[in-house]
């Protein structure tokens, strides 16, 4: 068997496994912010990222990928708010950003991440 870590493991998922020095995380969702705006919701899963990263022995500068799930694109400009904020500018992941219809109607905003490890 692979040697593969796996963190949050529920019967359904993993919030991050890690396999060769990469770490694939589940997509995160607002989880403080559920009535919030897109940009305060962005902000709410980008500090989740954080706390994971962090629990890893990792953090945003190893950030090889993100991809990004919007319920209406007209959020993008205020997801880009919070991004913004947030990405180190030196280290910028390769990016996608899609609309989608996500699992529950008071998300805005889902975020897919590919980290690598130190």
């Known amino acids: 068997m692979a040697n593969i ?8 998922y993993c919030e991050v496994a890690i396999h060769h020095h990469i770490a694939y995380f589940a997509g995160q969702v607002p989880e403080n912010t559920p009535n919030g705006t897109a940009f305060e919701q962005t902000q709410d899963v980008l500090n ?5 990263l962090a629990e890893i022995g990792s953090h945003k500068a190893n950030i090889l990928s993100a991809q ?5 694109m007209a959020d993008y400009a205020e997801m880009n708010r919070a991004w913004d904020a947030w990405v180190d500018k030196e280290n910028a992941p390769c990016r996608a950003c899609v609309e989608a219809k996500l699992a529950l109607p008071e998300w805005k905003v889902e975020i897919v991440i590919t980290a690598a490890m130190e």
């Open 5 to 12: 870590q796996r963190f949050h493991v529920s019967g359904r």
């Open 48 to 52: 989740l990222i954080d706390k994971l």
């Open 68 to 72: 990004i799930f919007l319920a209406d």
